[in-house]
Nanobody, 113 residues
């Protein structure tokens, strides 16, 4: 079974930046459309951004102007660059592809002064 692996999270001060990576185990699997999601503490998971195979991206209003999603299809990795982080960006970040019906463990992003 393909495993989703998110990485790059950590503790950062407000105004700082982080870049998250989304990879998948197994040589046969290739990402199609990919969505980035986050789940703030005590809240439901929400969609942050999407990117197509051709690198067309869309963003939630909360992410526009600060986050950039990109991908390297040769490496089969999807990225989420997050700039000017705010306290409300704190949460567990996940990536997924609609072909899959399960989630990875996510990566924790904590924005704190």
């Amino acid at each position: 079974q393909v495993q989703l692996v998110e990485s790059g999270g950590g503790l950062v001060q407000p105004g700082g930046s982080l870049t998250l990576s989304c990879a998948a185990s197994g040589s046969a699997f290739r990402f199609g459309v990919v969505g980035w999601y986050r789940q703030p503490p005590g809240k439901q998971r929400e969609l942050v951004a999407t990117i197509t195979r051709g690198a067309v991206s869309n963003y939630a209003d909360s992410a526009k102007g600060r986050f950039t999603v990109s991908r390297d299809n040769a490496k089969n990795i999807v990225y989420l660059q997050m700039n000017n982080l705010k306290l409300e960006d704190t949460g567990v970040y996940y990536c997924n592809d609609p072909k899959l019906n399960y989630w990875g463990q996510g990566t924790q992003v904590t924005v704190s002064s």
